[in-house]
């Protein structure tokens, strides 16, 4: 299994919905979750850090689901300048970062 | 906001030339790193240091080399270019272990 694990894509969605993905990850010694956002040819910019009660952030919810080894990413009410690739990252206790390879994002006018 | 500059975005360099790719933050960071991201393949770590003059090799050090004299300078160094050293190159930077990254806006390296 893969340290960590995203769908890539793409999602193709109307705007104004919203829409969710997961990121899963293998091993159990996770400390820190992260989703950062990466615009086409530009760098990775943190979108924000998930806590194990999970976290908001305007229209963008994260949560941590321990037991399951995921982590998601809700966006509601999604506007034309959502679309990105979203990666997730996984830290673990060792100090080890694992960056998922993304998940596309379109969303359609 | 901490910035994390890259000299260069864009760089075009022959096969056999030995290239220097440095990094510069502003916000008394602690950790920097070195990433290379490829279609397919994601980031993958290249160097990392915790301190001045600390290194430690990430997932695929070879045919790469590091330096950090300066806190706040981290430079990455290819000792002889090969065209599958082609890639986006990505510096990065936080305070420590907990925090997340700020990343450079890149430098897009092609080997010809």
């Known amino acids: 299994r893969k340290e960590v694990e995203q769908d890539p894509g793409p999602f193709n969605v109307p705007e104004g919905a919203t829409v969710a993905f997961n990121c899963t990850y293998s091993?159990?010694?996770?400390?820190?979750f992260f989703w950062y956002r990466q615009d086409c040819r530009k760098e990775p910019k943190l979108l924000m850090s998930?806590?194990?009660s999970g976290n908001e952030d305007g229209r963008f919810t994260a949560q941590l689901n321990r037991a399951s080894q995921y982590i998601s990413l809700l966006i509601r009410d999604s506007k034309l300048s959502d679309s990105a690739t979203y990666l997730c990252?996984?830290?673990?206790?060792?100090?080890?970062?694992?960056f998922g390879k993304g998940t596309r994002l379109h969303i359609l006018p | 906001d901490v910035k994390v500059t890259q000299s260069s975005r864009y760089l075009v360099k022959r096969t056999g030339e030995k290239v220097f790719l440095e990094c510069v933050q502003d916000?008394?960071?602690?950790?920097m790193f070195w990433y290379r991201q490829d279609p397919g393949l994601g980031l993958r770590l290249i160097y990392f240091?915790?301190?001045?003059?600390?290194?430690e090799k990430g997932d695929i050090p070879e045919g790469y080399s590091v330096s950090r004299e300066k806190k706040e300078r981290f430079s990455l160094i290819l000792e002889s270019a090969s065209t599958n050293q082609t890639s986006m190159y990505l510096c990065?930077?936080?305070?420590?272990?907990?925090?997340?990254?700020?990343f450079g806006s890149g430098t897009r390296l092609t080997v010809v």
């Open positions: 990065a930077s936080r305070r420590e272990a907990t925090y997340g990254y700020t």
């Open positions: 091993n159990s010694a996770s400390q820190s």
């Open positions: 998930v806590y194990s």
């Open positions: 990252v996984v830290m673990y206790r060792d100090d080890k970062i694992i």
């Open positions: 916000m008394d960071h602690e950790n």
């Open positions: 240091s915790y301190d001045v003059k600390m290194k």
